[in-house]
């Protein structure tokens, strides 16, 4: 198989484009599933979900144990070798997003899992993408900062999934909180609860998974034009005005300075 040439460390042009189609139907899919839950009768949906449903313990995961563990769910384990051990892993994997499985579901790897449990791990890789979006990384990185005492990142990931304060990270913090009767620290996570803020996301949320995309691909050094070049004209993920260049470069310079999530 003859592998193109890879402009942008590990991925083609197209393949970087194709990356960012998707994220308007990702997007929309968020918006989806809980429309999904609603429409179903309550006690389908009860039965569906059980007892003890909840999935912020996975950010306490590295983010690619996370898909690791989607894949076994979904009973995919097989296709996620082949995938590691393609030619063209980047590719393989686009062509496998891409790809429509009419398989009946069995319970994934071993018959070892529920409904319930495809659908967290599904809802989590989702807030996952949704927080590089907004905060140039994944969950788990955030949870990392909490651990190291950093309330930014505790309230940036309550923003992105509220449901993250069952994390056993973040429930230490909220007891501690409690214990000394922090009010300040319950009214940053009262905003919190309110979700993302359109204010700071809105222009730069593709604009922030391109650049975490190629941080993250080891790609990390180009030059204003190139910058200029690939997000304005080629993947349109910024306006062509005069200060694009300079605004992509305080973008790519803030991205760096967040650790990768493969590490």
Known sequence: M??????????????????????PEIRGQMQELPELIRSVPVEKVKDILGKDFYWAEVYEMPFYEQIALLFFALG????????????????????FAHSEDDVEWNGGEGGLFEK??????TVALQRNMLSVMLFHRTLDKLVEEVRAGSDESFFHAVRIDR???????????????????????FLHLRSSLKGPSKKHWEMYK??????????????DKMTDAQLEDLLVHKLKLYPNVPSARKNLRKQFT???KVATTSK
């Open 116 to 121: 319930k449990h495809v659908i967290g791990l």
């Open 206 to 219: 593709d604009l922030r998974y391109a650049l975490h995309v190629l941080k993250e691909l080891g790609f």
């Open 163 to 185: 449901s993250i304060v069952a994390c056993p990270t973040f429930a230490d913090r909220i007891a501690r909180a409690e214990l000394s009767n922090d009010k300040m620290f």
């Open 254 to 256: 803030e991205s760096k």
């Open 76 to 95: 995919k384990v097989k296709e996620l070798m082949a995938i590691a051990n393609s030619p063209d892993p980047q590719q393989a994997a686009i062509d």
């Open 2 to 23: 003859q592998i193109p040439e890879k402009e942008f460390g590990k991925l083609t042009l197209e393949q970087f484009k194709q990356l960012t189609r998707d994220l």
